[in-house]
């Protein structure tokens, strides 16, 4: 027993370093300066350090421009496709009507097509609907993208939840939205935290739509931006490394503040029997 847990934490480890590496190449090169990044010393541990490629990244022109476009985008389609996602999955999972599994399996399906697949009747469409250059659309996008995506996880965490939850509270006066609002909502917290951040992380990483309905500057997101310090005269790579850094903090921050609730087996023992 003690050696297949070693076994198991050694192999823990190495994944975990496999997977942390390229973030932890990120933020060293970050602060490296130009003379450390264009050598071919491969050193681990930055000898000299420096700020000056923050600097370049946090003044680069649009930064916070791009920076708010794509909270706004992202937030307000990931909030969007929770709450649609929600219902769809509320009825998919307590209902039983004619067709339900051809809708999910489309569902599934919708969810499985890649968006370059997308692109060219997506842009054919926002044209002929004088829709380009706005960011509205590019929410209305993700929110198109992600919506499969939470549906078909919150359909899985809805199943969890025993029907027979609702039923006792039914039993006890609550109507039907009363028994889901104080039973089942907040057992969903979990799920839909979960579901929330890899929507949010779908959203907040897209490039190609971004890049292709968003002509205008001012418009652009933060994985446009950031593709700005690729020039014709080279490519500024402290400045790309510690731009991707300032990228990443948002997500990071989000996922910190509601990494708490991303627990499971919270309807453990809820109903006896």
């Not at 071919?40 to 930055?46: G, K």
């Not at 044209?127 to 919506?147: E, K, M, W």
């Not at 609550?174 to 579901?195: D, I, N």
Request: proline residues 5%.
């Amino acid at each position: 027993m003690i050696a297949k847990k070693v076994t198991a934490n050694v192999v823990a480890v190495v994944i975990a370093i496999f997977f942390a590496f390229p973030t932890y190449w990120m933020l060293t090169s970050a602060l490296k300066p130009r003379s450390g990044l264009i050598s071919t010393d491969y050193d681990l541990i930055p000898l000299s350090i420096t700020g000056t490629n923050f600097s370049t990244a946090w003044t680069k022109p649009g930064f916070l421009t791009a920076l708010g476009n794509s909270l706004l985008v992202s937030l307000t389609a990931v909030l969007a496709a929770i709450v649609v996602g929600l219902l769809a999955a509320l009825a998919l999972s307590r209902l039983r009507f004619r067709g339900r599994k051809g809708f999910v399996l489309m569902m599934l399906i919708a969810q499985m097509a890649p968006f370059e697949a997308l692109l060219i009747p997506v842009f054919l469409m926002m044209r002929d609907l004088d829709l380009l250059d706005r960011l509205p659309s590019l929410s209305l996008i993700y929110f198109a993208v992600t919506l499969p995506f939470c549906a078909w996880t919150l359909r899985g965490f809805v199943n969890g939840i025993p029907m027979e939850l609702e039923e006792a509270a039914m039993v006890d006066g609550c109507s039907r939205w009363q028994a889901f609002r104080r039973v089942t909502l907040p057992l969903l917290g979990p799920g839909l935290v979960a579901t929330s951040v890899f929507a949010f992380v779908t959203a907040w990483n897209e490039f190609l739509f971004a890049l292709s309905l968003m002509k205008d500057q001012t418009k652009e997101t933060l994985p446009v931006w950031l593709s700005g310090f690729q020039t014709n005269f080279g490519t500024d790579w402290g400045g790309a490394m510690a731009a991707s850094a300032l990228f990443t903090l948002p997500v990071l921050v989000f996922f910190l503040i509601v990494q708490r609730k991303m627990v499971s087996g919270v309807t453990a023992g809820a109903v006896k029997g």
